[in-house]
């Protein structure tokens, strides 16, 4: 089935149209109380009132996410450079780093809080904790995966084992490190929201958990449009440079 140009272009809009049509209509026609669940409009209306408080506890959160975001690209990019570089390494610590990985970050805050305070702290490693991962994953699985074939030929050239890391490996795992970065954004704005919320006195997490206890949904839904707004944005963000910068590897794109 052929699809134009412009239909695809403008698809996400379209199904977000409907399905805020399809939200507006099953609140309004089972008259649900917008304590229990409020309407796109409700929320909208919200976003007018409170729209000071809104863009301020936005832009705090936006700041720390992007500092905990910022140190999980440091620590992800040299940890996978690590483990992917040496099978010694890749099976010392991955198992390690997937056992890390699946301790609720939620039982972590608090201990955060007894370490640092409440404040940004938490909010600034609950961010790099839950977004490192997915980046050494991937820049590790993407110099792990190495064609064996292809290394030999390069030993045969010339080339040594750090040769063959930094100007074959680590471009081949370029469109690998985008991709992590994709998710990892999105789980770093996750992580800080959840700090907020547990040990926050400020941000769209603290917004939220305020407006929720006061029983004002609406209020508390467009604490969550924001945050899915600023993750969205920045996903964009990744996708745009991923696709000037590794072009190479989206020439199939090319005929969609």
Do not use: C
């Amino acid at each position: 089935m052929v699809v134009s140009k412009n239909v695809e272009r403008w698809s996400p809009l379209i199904v977000l149209a409907i399905a805020l049509l399809l939200w507006q209509l099953i609140v309004a026609g089972f008259k649900i109380p917008d304590f229990i669940f409020p309407s796109p409009w409700q929320i909208g209306q919200q976003f007018i009132e409170f729209k000071g408080p809104l863009l301020e506890a936005a832009w705090k959160t936006f700041w720390v996410t992007m500092v905990g975001f910022g140190i999980s690209i440091v620590v992800g990019v040299l940890l996978g450079f690590l483990i992917g570089s040496s099978r010694l390494a890749y099976t010392a610590l991955y198992p390690l780093m997937v056992a890390f990985n699946a301790v609720p970050k939620a039982a972590v805050v608090p201990i955060l809080v007894v370490w640092f305070g409440i404040g940004l702290g938490p909010g600034i490693l609950t961010a790099f904790l839950i977004s490192f991962f997915p980046i050494t994953v991937n820049i590790a699985t993407g110099l792990a995966t190495l064609e064996p074939e292809l290394e030999d030929v390069l030993r045969v050239l010339g080339a040594k084992r750090w040769d063959v890391l930094v100007k074959v490996g680590l471009p081949r795992s370029m469109p690998y490190f985008y991709g992590s970065l994709k998710i990892a954004i999105t789980l770093a704005f996750v992580g800080t929201v959840l700090a907020e919320m547990t040990a926050g006195d400020s941000g769209i997490g603290y917004l939220m958990q305020s407006a929720g206890s006061q029983q004002r949904m609406p209020l508390a839904f467009a604490g969550l449009v924001t945050i899915g707004a600023m993750a969205m944005a920045m996903y964009e963000l990744f996708s745009w440079i991923e696709k000037r910068t590794t072009g190479w590897a989206h020439r199939g794109s090319q005929n969609h």
